[in-house]
């Protein structure tokens, strides 16, 4: 029993090893807001894929292909020459009011420090007005182990976290000024 007792505590020491030195997890994050306008006229706004500039306070100028098509594209040109984002639609549904799309080949992690980063927006009615959903799922932008500062999963969650909120906030006041 003493001789297997050294090698019980290595593998054991083996398998701790192994749990702790595992890549990034994929995190999930949500956020919705009631806007006092038609779930129509909110989603005249958000249904429109190629023209997100018109709600997204942040975005300056959009260059898209495809429409509202899945697999249509486009590229988001940020205010402020904050960078660029490309972004495919997965799925759209006018008569669900949902719209998926996903951001492909992510270049610069100054812009959004995400991989694998992919959102469905929905509109519904709500009372007199709206509830809009944003979900997102993403992983950190560095995936091997041990993630430089501004690549790890505090400033994904955090850049999602502003994207989303900013995002809303800015549909809610396009919409409600309409």
Do not use: C
Not at 84 to 89: D, T
Not at 93 to 122: C, F, G, H, R, W
Not at 131 to 156: C, H, I, M, S
């Amino acid at each position: 029993m003493k001789k297997l007792l050294p090698l019980v505590a290595a593998s054991s020491l083996f398998w701790v090893g192994l749990v702790d030195a595992h890549g990034p997890t994929r995190e999930k994050y949500s956020e919705s807001i009631e806007i006092s306008a038609s779930p129509e006229a909110v989603w005249a706004l958000v249904g429109d894929f190629s023209h997100p500039e018109k709600w997204m306070d942040v975005v300056e100028s959009t260059t898209a292909e495809g429409g509202n098509e899945k697999g249509a594209t486009r590229e988001l040109k940020f205010k402020g020459g904050a960078g660029a984002l490309k972004e495919e639609l997965k799925n759209y549904d006018a008569e669900k009011k949902m719209i998926q799309y996903k951001v492909v080949d992510p270049t610069d992690p100054a812009v959004l420090p995400v991989n694998n980063y992919s959102a469905k927006i929905t509109v519904e009615a709500s009372g007199s007005g709206s509830k809009v959903e944003w979900d997102t799922a993403f992983y950190r932008w560095f995936l091997n182990n041990n993630p430089p500062e501004g690549q790890n999963e505090a400033a994904a969650k955090a850049a999602v976290e502003k994207v989303v909120k900013g995002g809303l906030a800015s549909l809610k006041s396009v919409a409600e000024k309409k």
